[in-house]
């Protein structure tokens, strides 16, 4: 089936240690994104990407990294930079071409800072 | 500043009740317009959208939505709520800023008294 994977589903961090999340999708979409989704706060674009080998900062971008070498794969980096990093970070992709540009999520990746 | 703002973070109605959440957008070009709904351990998952055509689209379990575009809105409707319809809803906007960035409202939850 057609989807967005994204791994691991919960990941505990020591402080200081960065930490990278995977996000794989098979949807042939040029869009990716990650979010990240507090309570209260809705979901904040962390980073985006419309094509391979390009990414622009959302309005959080700041302790995070990403990379954008392979169409299917868009991780994140979750740096020792990040002040509040213990959050549900969210991966999605979409297809700008088409009408709509519907969003697909990933089912989420618990990270907790301990 | 591109932003979405929905008006109630909490909302709380009995069964048969009609809901209406609000959402507007903050942005002067071309935008696609969503609405995502999150059950309680689901994730995310689309419940209507517009981006041409009539501005009242309907979407899945009798929720529809009205984009007015003087008034930089899409609030959504639905005549009378169920129990099943407890969940988190957000508004999203895809902004054409040359390519696609989706950005979301901060969340309404509402909670269905059966």
Redesign the interface.
């Known amino acids: 089936d057609g989807g967005i994977t994204q791994s691991p589903k919960y990941l505990f961090r020591k402080e200081g240690q960065n930490v990278t999340l995977s996000c794989e999708q098979n949807l042939n979409h040029d869009a990716m994104y990650w979010y990240r989704q507090d309570p209260g706060q809705g979901l904040r674009l962390i980073y985006y990407s419309q094509i391979v080998n390009d990414f622009q900062k959302g309005d959080i971008a700041e302790g995070y990294s990403v990379s954008r070498e392979k169409k299917e794969s868009f991780p994140l980096t979750v740096t020792s930079a990040q002040k509040n990093p213990t959050a549900f970070y969210l991966c999605a992709s979409s297809a700008p071409e088409q009408p709509g540009n519907t969003i697909y999520f990933g089912e989420g990746s618990w990270l907790t800072v301990v | 500043a591109q932003s979405v703002s ?1 008006h109630n ?1 909490h909302v709380i109605l009995s069964e048969a009740a009609s809901l209406e959440l609000g959402c507007n957008y903050s942005y002067g070009g071309t935008v ?1 317009l ?1 609405w ?1 709904v999150q059950y309680p351990g689901q ?4 419940l209507l ?1 517009y ?2 055509g009539d501005p009242l689209v309907k979407g899945i379990k009798g929720f529809e939505a009205e984009f007015i575009k003087s008034k930089f809105s899409f609030n959504l409707r639905k005549p009378s709520v169920q129990w099943s319809d407890t969940a988190e809803y ?1 508004c ?1 906007a ?1 902004l054409n800023t040359g ?9 309404t939850r509402l909670f269905v008294k059966a």
């Open positions: 929905q973070h696609n969503f995502y994730h995310l998952q689309l959208k981006f041409s957000f999203a895809s390519g696609f960035k989706t950005i979301f409202g901060a969340g």
